[in-house]
């Protein structure tokens, strides 16, 4: 069953058109690994900025913004090949001291790190942003995922890393829109950017104030967790992307689990500009076509929600 898009449009839409084709195709799921005598984490009522978590805040940082996603001057000089290391490593790093208005930091936020760890928790912030806890059977830290379609996240040269991560991260640890703990999960390699940020009663804050924000990729350590499809229980595609007319976006999932679904777009500057009620087929299907119409040509992140919840993000470009 294919049925076209009932839109609601929003004003002033500012996008950059971008060329080259991003097809989707991914899968998600949640199973249980062995974790032992994981510490209980203080409960954080504040975001990744120290303001009270409020779940109806417009999305999007305040502090070192354009540090956290990549977007300063300085970032060009990051070393992406990463360092391999520990969550004890990483928490042992010199770090200076916390300063919420400095620039870019030698060496360590100059740095991509690769961390071989369990993860713990996930926390769903007040700006959108995933929180997650690192943890390696001795110490803990924190790794931060940016919403990728919060202001300058949405045009940040990584975003399709964040949505990578935030995807594969909603997979395995259960969808955004709530939060996740006390999680019992196969191990994972977290590749990002160190940080250090002002402690502000974070969970699982390490010793030094360093984070792995952003976070650029998340994978099983043992590649065959990543191919067993007993992991992954929703199959996504989208296609055409780029498209001109129309684009198809096949979503099918194996939990039956689907109830009132929307399909979100916002533009690069992270302005929604139009929500949709999508059809879902007996609880588990969805097959939308999507039309361009009056839809601007540039660059949009998309964002599935299943009852409020975030199910699946992407890039769509619209020429």
């Given at each position: 069953?294919k049925?076209?898009?009932?839109?609601?449009?929003?004003?002033?839409?500012?996008?950059?058109?971008?060329?080259?084709?991003?097809?989707l195709?991914f899968?998600?799921?949640?199973?249980?690994?062995?974790?032992?005598?994981?510490?209980?984490?203080?409960?954080a009522?504040?975001?990744?900025?120290?303001?009270?978590?409020?779940?109806?805040?417009?999305?999007?940082g305040?502090?070192?913004?354009?540090?956290?996603?990549?977007?300063?001057?300085?970032?060009r000089?990051?070393n992406?090949?990463?360092?391999?290391?520990?969550?004890?490593?990483?928490?042992?790093?010199?770090?200076?001291?916390?300063?919420?208005?400095?620039?870019?930091?030698?060496?360590?936020?100059?740095?991509?790190?690769a961390?071989?760890?369990?993860?713990?928790?996930?926390?769903?912030?007040?700006?959108?942003?995933?929180?997650?806890?690192?943890?390696?059977?001795?110490?803990?830290?924190i790794?931060?995922?940016p919403?990728?379609?919060?202001?300058?996240?949405?045009?940040?040269?990584?975003?399709?890393?964040?949505?990578?991560?935030?995807?594969?991260?909603?997979?395995?640890?259960?969808?955004?829109?709530?939060?996740?703990?006390?999680?019992?999960?196969?191990?994972?390699?977290?590749?990002?950017?160190?940080?250090?940020?002002?402690?502000?009663?974070?969970?699982?804050?390490?010793?030094?104030?360093?984070?792995?924000?952003?976070?650029?990729?998340?994978v099983?350590?043992?590649?065959?967790?990543g191919?067993?499809?007993?992991?992954?229980?929703?199959?996504?595609?989208?296609?055409?992307?780029?498209?001109?007319?129309?684009?198809?976006?096949?979503l099918?999932?194996?939990?039956?689990?689907?109830?009132?679904?929307?399909l979100?777009?916002?533009?690069?500057?992270?302005?929604?500009?139009?929500?949709?009620?999508?059809?879902?087929?007996?609880?588990?299907?969805?097959?939308?076509?999507?039309?361009?119409n009056?839809?601007?040509?540039?660059?949009?992140?998309?964002?599935f929600?299943?009852?409020?919840?975030?199910l699946?993000?992407?890039?769509?470009?619209?020429?």
């Open positions: 069953m049925k076209t898009n009932q839109l609601l449009f929003g004003n002033g839409m500012r996008a950059l058109l971008v060329a080259g084709l991003f097809c195709s899968h998600l799921n949640a199973q249980q690994g062995t974790i032992k005598q994981a510490p209980v984490l203080k409960v009522d504040e975001d990744e900025d120290g303001e009270r978590a409020d779940r109806s805040m417009n999305c999007g305040t502090e070192r913004w354009g540090q956290k996603v990549l977007l300063d001057t300085a970032a000089s990051i992406l090949t990463p360092d391999t290391i520990t969550v004890t490593q990483f928490d042992q790093l010199p770090t200076p001291p916390p300063n919420s208005y400095a620039p870019r930091t030698a060496p360590f936020e100059f740095q991509t790190y961390i071989d760890c369990h993860v713990i928790e996930k926390r769903f912030e007040s700006d959108n942003d995933f929180h997650l806890v690192m943890y390696d059977g001795a110490l803990t830290g790794a931060e995922i919403d990728p379609a919060c202001a300058q996240a949405a045009s940040s040269t990584f975003v399709n890393d964040f949505i990578s991560a935030r995807n594969f991260a909603n997979s395995i640890m259960g969808p955004a829109g709530s939060d996740n703990l006390n999680l019992n999960l196969p191990k994972l390699i977290l590749t990002g950017v160190g940080f250090v940020d002002p402690p502000h009663g974070q969970s699982g804050v390490a010793p030094n104030n360093i984070e792995l924000h952003p976070v650029l990729r998340v099983f350590e043992n590649p065959a967790d191919i067993n499809e007993k992991y992954f229980n929703l199959h996504v595609t989208v296609g055409p992307n780029p498209f001109s007319i129309s684009t198809e976006f096949q099918n999932s194996k939990l039956n689990n689907l109830g009132k679904v929307t979100s777009l916002f533009d690069i500057l992270g302005e929604e500009v139009q929500t949709i009620a999508v059809p879902v087929i007996s609880n588990n299907q969805i097959d939308y076509v999507l039309e361009k009056d839809l601007k040509a540039g660059v949009y992140i998309y964002r929600r299943n009852e409020g919840v975030i699946y993000e992407g890039r769509l470009v619209v020429q």
